[in-house]
């Protein structure tokens, strides 16, 4: 007789592949909930909606994160990317005329940017969206961080502490992996929130074919 259960896969045996999807899930999952239990009391009323939709997100965000093809190596157990971090924020080398450049031909809706945040002499990278564009005027508007002319300069003073920068892989690389700087000096990087790792995810790392430069340690 025919022993069956030698052809069925066992429930402890998953791919390397499942593992990770899983290692991310957990990761995300208790990165998320700590974050919402901080909310503040006016935020509570949306909590029911938050935790109805953190599933499908989370679920998204792994899936999308395995996906993704880049030179940055995956921490699954933190849900976080990591690279070798620059000794100064690249953001510095970047001027006003490329940046308005670039946004000059490129800028649309749905387009992933990086963001340059510095409060008193802490620096850091983000991502966010553009989700409108206002060509006459020559500004754009990004989803979380607010209005920015192509040059990069905030256009209020709620984003006045942030500039926005042209998309490069050296800035990328330090958005993705939560690279900070205080005081000019490298600090422990923070970890990105679902929504960034969400936009992080969806990155065409092909557009930046140029190897990243050696960094100096």
């Known amino acids: 007789m025919i022993d069956a259960s030698r052809n069925q896969p066992h429930f402890w045996q998953v791919s390397g592949e499942n593992q990770t999807y899983t290692e991310l899930c957990n990761a995300l999952y208790e990165r998320e909930l700590l974050r919402l239990s901080r909310l503040s009391t006016e935020q ?3 909590l029911p909606n938050r935790l109805a939709s953190l599933p499908f997100y989370i679920r998204r965000a792994a899936a999308n994160i395995l ?3 880049s ?3 995956l921490d699954s157990l933190n849900a976080s990317w990591y690279h070798q971090q620059a000794a100064v924020c690249p953001a510095r080398k970047q001027q006003a005329d490329p940046i308005e450049a670039f946004y000059r031909k490129h800028a ?4 992933i940017v990086p963001v340059y945040i510095t409060l008193l002499s802490h620096e850091q990278i983000v991502l966010d969206s553009v989700d ?3 060509v006459t005027g020559m500004r754009l508007h990004c989803n979380e961080h607010g209005w920015f002319a192509f040059a ?6 709620q984003n ?4 926005l920068l ?3 892989k050296a800035i990328l690389t330090a958005a993705c992996c939560g690279h900070q700087w205080l005081n000019g000096n490298r600090t422990p990087p923070r970890l990105l929130s679902l929504r960034e790792l969400l936009l992080a995810s969806r990155l065409n790392w092909q557009n930046f074919a140029k190897p990243l430069p050696a960094l100096l340690p």
């Open 44 to 46: 509570l009323l949306r």
């Open 67 to 69: 996906q993704q093809r």
């Open 71 to 73: 030179e940055l190596q």
């Open 108 to 111: 649309k809706p749905g387009l």
């Open 132 to 134: 409108e564009v206002d």
């Open 152 to 157: 990069g300069t905030p256009l209020a003073q």
């Open 160 to 163: 006045s502490d942030k500039f």
């Open 166 to 168: 042209k998309p490069a």
